[in-house]
């Protein structure tokens, strides 16, 4: 359905993966067995599913719920096009999309 470019924390290793239908960039990042956490499993309680979004691709996608702003607002590393990668569903407009891992991630649940 749609083609997302992980960026790895290195800053230069990229990772295509496909998304199917209703997926989001977590559920992508582990199919791809990348390394990000998702401690939460989508409950937004961690923030360490923490990715940056290709500023491109960034205001095409649904604007991040309150809740989503404010776990943001206390992730580290926090970009201008940073979202959760639990809460951004892929649709085929995202076919393409760079999406950067941060170097480092806290979990707010420990
Ligand atoms: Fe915990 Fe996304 S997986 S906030």
Redesign the pocket.
Known sequence: MADIIFVLADGETQKKISAEQGETL?DLAHKGQLDV?????????????HMIIDENYFDMLPAPSDEEEY?LDLTFGLKPTSR????VVVTEEADGMKVYLPEASRN??L
């Open positions: 977590l956490e998702g401690t939460c499993e989508g409950s937004m309680a961690c923030s360490t599913c776990l959760l990668g639990c809460q707010m649940m």
